[in-house]
């Protein structure tokens, strides 16, 4: 089982920043690749960066690429998403999430472990 803590979200204005942490607890976190997916209201949770175990590999949306990036660190038992150029339509609430799988993936089903998510909004 591993446990996983959001936070860092809030309100912003366009074309700030914010940096999202998640921290995990509970089996080795350095076994999991990890990810961040986000779900605005009325719209299905979708993917928004991934980190493989080692943190060698990312993965990232076209609709955040250039913008966010995602870091990890396993001694801190800690992943990251740095947000630079936040728009208003990355307003959502932000889920960080573990996979079994080496990664990194994309999909909700690959991943296993979720957080309780953290609320980002950009204002215009």
């Known amino acids: 089982q591993v446990q996983l803590v959001e936070s860092g979200g809030g309100l912003v204005q366009a074309g700030g920043s914010l940096r999202l942490s998640c921290a995990a607890s509970?089996?080795?976190?350095?076994?999991?690749?990890m990810g961040w997916f986000r779900q605005a209201p009325g719209k299905e949770r979708e993917f928004v960066a991934a980190?493989?175990?080692?943190?060698?590999?990312?993965y990232y949306a076209d609709s955040v690429k250039g913008r966010f990036t995602i870091s990890r660190d396993n001694a801190k038992n800690m992943v990251y998403l740095q947000m630079n150029g936040l728009k208003p339509e990355d307003t959502a609430v932000y889920y960080c999430?573990?996979?079994?799988?080496?990664?990194?993936?994309?999909?909700?089903?690959?991943?296993?472990?979720w957080g309780q998510g953290t609320q980002v909004t950009v204002s215009s």
């Open positions: 999430a573990a996979s079994k799988r080496i990664g990194p993936v994309s999909r909700l089903y690959e991943y296993d472990y």
């Open positions: 509970g089996r080795t976190f350095s076994n999991y690749a």
């Open positions: 980190i493989s175990w080692s943190g060698a590999l990312t």
